[in-house]
């Protein structure tokens, strides 16, 4: 597997509450992406990052913000968590090889109350 | 809006059986194309990765090839054993900012 760790790897939290999710990858690929994946909606992507200080939103980046002051990390904030957050979180990296293969952490499973 | 489609949603056969999943796509300008396994409760592992210049890419007892001018992608699977049950998915891949766009997938089980 490729050297990505998420924190934590489970959560529950109540509505309301700000939560920080952390992917740390120790391949030094320039790209990182965090998804939710969710019954019905597959996976969907949040935001990604091109590099330190660089990112982007994607599809469903409403009520998520991130950030990466290092290579290594790419952080997700839910500022204040709501029950349709509950969801599995992925992130993945990709980029070194030029081809853009992405791989996978094993994921945070959030559930908001 | 460019789509990527699994079909069947799922498929259950006999162990040892060959056997092919579908992925087809819209828009031929397609970057790339990459096959990943997702066990129940775990994440995604990547499986096969073949560019648009490529035909097709082999591994082991899997290989996946790409036809750009049908936008269609399939996954072989030699000799399916119970421990390849999972959901696959195929995920084509933009070059534009390195994003993927999913495939639903399709849950397979071997049956022993």
């Known amino acids: 597997d490729a050297g990505i760790t998420q924190s934590p790897r489970h959560k529950v939290t109540e509505t309301g509450t700000p939560v920080t999710l952390r992917c740390h990858q120790t391949e030094n690929h320039r790209y990182m992406y965090w998804y939710r994946q969710d019954p019905g909606h597959g996976l969907r992507l949040i935001h990604y990052?091109?590099?330190?200080?660089?990112?982007d939103k994607g599809e469903v980046s409403d009520g998520y913000s991130v950030s990466r002051s290092k290579t290594e990390d790419f952080l997700l904030t839910l500022e204040s968590a709501t029950s349709s957050q509950t969801s599995v979180y992925f992130c993945?990296?990709?980029?070194?090889?030029?081809?853009?293969?992405?791989?996978f952490g094993p994921g945070t499973r959030l559930t908001v109350l | 809006k460019q789509e990527v489609t699994q079909i069947p949603a799922a498929l259950s056969v006999p162990e040892g059986e060959n056997l092919v999943l579908n992925c087809s796509f819209t828009d031929s300008a397609i970057y790339n194309l990459q096959w990943f396994r997702q066990d129940p409760g775990k994440g995604l592992t990547s499986l096969l990765l073949?560019?648009?210049s490529q035909r097709e890419q082999t591994s082991g007892r899997l290989n996946a090839s790409l036809d750009k001018s049908s936008g269609r992608s399939t996954l072989y699977i030699a000799a399916s054993q119970p421990g390849d049950s999972a959901t696959y998915l195929c995920?084509?891949?933009?070059?534009?900012?390195?994003?993927?766009?999913w495939g639903a997938g399709t849950k397979l089980i071997i049956k022993p």
């Open positions: 073949i560019q648009s």
């Open positions: 993945a990296i990709s980029g070194t090889t030029g081809d853009n293969e992405q791989f």
């Open positions: 995920a084509r891949g933009e070059d534009s900012n390195y994003q993927l766009i």
């Open positions: 990052s091109y590099g330190v200080k660089d990112t």
